[in-house]
């Protein structure tokens, strides 16, 4: 048996989120179709986390426990053969045998797109989300610094969360506006985990502050509430994109 341990892309657009649904229509049934396609074997794969519906991946992680001998060096292309277009393996390589995508994953970092142009891009209008109006992006900043370290998120989770605790370190936080897309902001944070809807709902927050509806010194206050009214709305999905993970 061996421990395949793939990266993987994905355009989230068309799918149910990441995680297997019985109506199917998800990244995991889509990948997990794909390998039985190949191997001839029932696995089921296991992720660095979720995504929703609609979220993307620039590098999702995922292993699997397959006793297939196909070699490794065309692993990756023999399952691209079998995915749709917007779902591609970028990686596949050989892990200890114990390894599991989900426990061992030290840090995540998502990055969530805001295009503030008066008009959006047609060709990134699923990756982005547009914002016509003009936005403090100094305040949205200094907000989001705010969030830095070890924290209960529980202003920032979904009130469906079924998590034993809702402590969570935040490493880094920052927004960068793009140099080459005028008016493209990109909102990075890394932690070594996330509860549900929390970057959304963080996003959503910022985008108050940066419109002026709430101001920056707001947001230790909504945190230290841990209460998920006093936070913002959820952002819409299509802007958030999981973009790194580190074991």
Partial sequence: ????????????TAYYGFQSQPGGNTIQDRLEAAIGQLTGEN???TSSGRTDAGVHARAQIVNVITASSIPLERWAFALNSRLPPDIRILEARMADPDFHARRWAKRKT???TINNNRIPDVFQRHLQFHHPTPLDVEAMRHALRTLVGEHDFTSFCSVKSTKPSHVRTIYEADIVQ???SPGVIHIYITGNGFLQHMVRIIVGTLLQIGEGKRSASEMSGILAAKNRSRAGPTAMPHGLMLWDVVY
Avoid: A, H, S
């Fill in 43 to 45: 696995v089921i794969i």
């Fill in 178 to 180: 793009e140099p080459q």
């Fill in 1 to 12: 048996m061996r421990n395949i341990v793939m990266t993987v892309c994905y355009d989230g």
């Fill in 110 to 112: 998502y990055r969530y």
